[in-house]
């Protein structure tokens, strides 16, 4: 191989990702990492609804992806090449903020080694035991203050981050509702991920019928805009909101506004946003809870892969259409090759 391929920010769209968002580029293959850095050849990469934000010229807990940087994601690959004085090995697996790339150069410190426990794939490392699975994680244990008993809701409940929520919850002993998109992403939730009831947002009775579930203590919210305000009205005195994401508002030029927030006043509850970043040194723990979950079937995965780098801007707009059922992921190359 003498050339490789990477994707990079064309410009930066108003509302939805458009086909002149991205560009693709084919570079030689000259790269040769430094003291303590590694090339890593990129076999999956994470799609997540995060990169709507990425894109966006705005303040955020990290700074945008400039107009011809490669653009940001969380990938797995596997070390070629390693630099002077480098901690990694050839042939060790790895996980980092790779970029939409088929190679990448990249400091010892900015990549993680991935050792795959039994009962587990390394595909794990970017849903259930990565950004998605901890942000579970953290999200329902720290901001929701999860307890046995508690009337849970999850919107987005099919996507990597809400179907991890609603096992959770499960595992937890609350009674878990769910809320997604299609019939057969309720069927899933429900028949596969054993929540107690699962609601079709584009229901023609979908309001009647979550109104009549009756009230929640805990909401962990990937969505925001309507649904978010409607579940305002429906709080048990001391609810907890996770705000986790509010994929429905990320296209939109100015973000709906909330008309329903003075339930929060009356019925005592704590609405928080949060970022998994916060809790780095806590992750090795919760990995190590999940995979036991992941290895005895008591937490079940599913995966939305496409094919191919070039594949990545395509399917990145699934997140925001509800094209995807469980998490969306990139295949960007078979078994990795050592030798150049």
């Known amino acids: 191989m003498t050339d490789y391929k990477r ?10 990702i458009e086909p002149t968002t991205f560009r693709t580029e084919t570079l030689p293959l000259d790269l040769k990492p430094g003291a303590r850095e590694v090339l890593v050849q990129v076999t999956w990469l994470s799609l997540d609804p995060a990169m709507r934000g990425y894109i966006r010229d705005v303040r955020s807990y990290l700074p945008p992806v400039q107009i011809g940087e490669t653009m940001r994601a969380q990938g797995l690959g596997v070390v070629v090449q390693a630099g002077t004085d480098s901690a990694l090995t050839v042939g060790q697996l790895v996980s980092g903020p790779f970029g939409w790339t088929e190679f990448a150069v990249m400091k010892d410190k900015n990549v993680e080694k991935i050792t795959v ?45 809400g179907s991890v929520v ?15 998109g299609s019939p057969d992403k309720c069927a899933w939730l429900e028949k596969e991920l054993g929540v107690d009831k699962a609601f079709n947002y584009k229901s023609p009775t979908f309001r ?14 990937n969505v925001g805009g309507d649904i978010l305000d409607m579940v305002l009205t429906r709080l048990n005195k001391g609810a907890r909101i996770a705000l986790c994401g509010a994929i429905s508002q990320y296209n939109a030029t100015k973000p709906k506004g909330l008309q329903n927030y003075l339930t929060l006043i009356s019925m005592r509850a704590k609405l928080q946003g949060f970022i998994i970043l916060d809790y780095t040194s806590e992750f090795p723990a919760a990995i190590e809870e999940m995979a036991r979950g ?44 050592t030798k150049l």
């Open 7 to 16: 994707i990079v920010l064309n410009s930066r769209p108003l509302a939805d």
């Open 117 to 161: 426990p039994e009962g587990v794939q390394a595909l794990d490392f970017l849903n259930t035991l990565g950004s998605s699975g901890l942000t579970a994680y953290f999200g329902l244990r720290d901001v929701c203050d999860l307890k046995r008993g508690d009337k849970l809701l999850v919107s987005g409940a099919a996507g990597s981050v």
């Open 166 to 180: 609603c096992q959770l919850g499960k595992r937890a002993g609350a009674t878990v509702y769910a809320i997604a």
């Open 208 to 221: 009647q019928d979550f109104k009549e579930a009756g009230f929640i203590d805990v909401y962990f919210d």
């Open 294 to 337: 992941l290895a005895d079937g008591s937490i079940k995965r599913k995966f939305h892969i496409v094919e191919g780098l070039e594949q990545a801007p395509v399917a990145l707009p699934m997140l925001f259409s509800g094209g995807n059922t469980g998490k969306l992921v990139v295949k960007v190359s078979e078994e990795p090759r």
